[in-house]
């Protein structure tokens, strides 16, 4: 009786391990997919900020405020990524969690040779809080920070130095303040505000970027 029970629980966590292994599989597809979408919005990002770039310095004619726009594009796909990263940290814990509390030790049992299932793998109970409860393990605004330090920094850094340049290339003899205050105006805005307003979004967007290290335990960076 003894050696068919033993024989059951051993068919039973056999079982159990294909259906974890067929489930790590999987998630690590999910994981996959998730990824490629980040890659691809920070694509689109790059290719839309790269053409608007290019239309602004095509020739003196066209105008800075398709440089002003290039930031709202920025931070657009900046939105639709975040919300994007929050679903991929929380399929690259459940990834992590597998490797680590049932994986490792399932290679471990393996290397060590041992006949026994007394040290079997676990189930960290982490991966099934997040199964039930479903909510990443950051919120949108650590979402935000995270992929603006990775990526869309440089992209606003980047049109706001261009910005810049366009602005004061033909200033002739101008003092730099004074032909942003005649070159920057938009409509009935004023150049000087105009400028207040880029410059403070760009350090903004620097001091988000810097906060992320307060998250960087709970965020995954890819």
Do not use: C
């Not at 608007?52 to 440089?67: D, Q, T, V, Y």
């Not at 006949?115 to 919120?139: C, G, V």
């Amino acid at each position: 009786m003894d050696d068919l029970s033993t024989k059951h629980q051993l068919e039973t966590t056999n079982h159990i391990q294909t259906f974890v292994i067929h489930y790590f599989r999987a998630e690590v597809g999910r994981e996959t997919a998730w990824h490629h979408r980040l890659d691809v919005t920070f694509d689109w990002a790059v290719v839309a900020t790269g053409g608007m770039i290019s239309f602004a310095l095509s020739g003196p004619e066209a105008s800075h405020m398709i440089l002003l726009a290039a930031v709202f594009v920025i931070l657009f796909f900046l939105n639709i990524e975040a919300r994007r990263y929050r679903v991929y940290t929380k399929l690259k814990n459940r990834v992590q969690q597998l490797e680590e509390s049932y994986i490792a030790p399932l290679f471990n049992h393996i290397a060590t040779e041992q006949q026994t299932i007394n040290d079997r793998p676990h189930i960290d109970p982490k991966l099934i809080n997040s199964m039930i409860d479903h909510e990443p393990p950051i919120n949108h605004l650590e979402a935000v920070a995270t992929r603006m330090r990775s990526n869309y920094i440089y992209l606003i850094g980047v049109t706001y130095i261009v910005w810049l340049i366009k602005i004061l290339n033909n200033r002739a003899g101008q003092l730099w303040w004074e032909a942003i205050q005649q070159q920057a105006q938009v409509a009935e805005v004023s150049g000087a505000l105009i400028f207040l307003l880029f410059t403070a979004t760009m350090i903004s967007a620097l001091i988000l970027s810097l906060s992320v290290t307060q998250f960087s335990k709970k965020t995954i960076t890819s």
